[in-house]
């Protein structure tokens, strides 16, 4: 089985703090991806990464950064966190091809991050 | 662009009745469609998908889906289900691109099974 395994599950900062969040998946997956979670608003995507230091924006990139430096590794980076960043996020994997049709997304358990 | 509509935010049934939840999509390329399920305190897991063929897609614990081009829908059910069914449902569309692995998210359904 796929393993995401995203290194916190509740993380608390203070505005203006640089926050790393960290992604590992053990299936040898090109594709990466940091959604973030928010009730009433669904799953929105922050950044993907093709392969090891690719990266592309998604949706609602302002604020974030990312880093693929080992294709297993991928990692969020809130530059200066604010309050409006607090929020839940989700890492996951896929492998390339047509992964939508061979494979799914596969997600970790969520990082809860509270800024204050 | 790609977009999903989930509607109704919280569905409350009884145990054993029919589970229906709505989802509505927005393609400009024929779309594959995904149910995922989030229980409490978890990441989301894929229910099931439609990519092409059949329409009517089975997948796990009892649960299924209808694809219906003229309708724009991609709604879920499952004819009795239980109080472990209890969780937070998505709906996802392809962004357009098949290949590029991403995918456009309703704004989400939480489910309630009272028994």
């Known amino acids: 089985d796929v393993k995401v395994t995203q290194s916190s599950r509740y993380l608390v900062k203070r505005t203006g703090e640089k926050v790393f969040l960290e992604c590992v998946q053990d299936m040898d997956h090109e594709n990466m991806f940091w959604y973030r979670q928010d009730p009433g608003l669904g799953l929105r995507l922050i950044y993907f990464s093709y392969d090891v230091k690719m990266k592309e924006k998604g949706d609602i990139p302002e604020g974030y950064s990312v880093s693929r430096e080992k294709k297993e590794r991928f990692s969020l980076i809130l530059e200066s966190a604010s309050t409006n960043q607090t929020s839940m996020y989700l890492c996951?994997?896929?492998?390339?091809?047509?992964?939508?049709?061979?494979?799914?997304?596969?997600f970790g358990n969520g990082t809860r991050l509270t800024v204050t | 662009a790609q977009s999903v509509t989930q509607l109704g935010s919280h569905v409350s049934v009884s145990e054993g009745a029919l589970v229906l939840l709505r989802c509505n999509y927005s393609s400009s390329v024929p779309p594959y469609l995904f149910w995922y399920v989030q229980y409490p305190n978890q990441g989301l897991q894929l229910l099931l998908k439609y990519t092409t063929g059949a329409t009517l897609v089975k997948g796990i614990n009892g649960f299924e889906a209808e694809f219906k081009k003229s309708e724009t829908s991609f709604h879920l059910t499952k004819p009795s289900p239980h109080m472990s069914d209890a969780a937070e449902y998505f709906c996802?569309?392809?962004?357009?691109?098949?290949?590029?692995?991403?995918?456009?998210f309703g704004q989400g359904t939480t489910l309630q099974v009272k028994p």
């Open positions: 996802a569309v392809s962004d357009g691109s098949s290949n590029t692995g991403k995918l456009i």
């Open positions: 996951a994997s896929s492998l390339s091809g047509d992964p939508l049709y061979n494979s799914p997304l596969h």
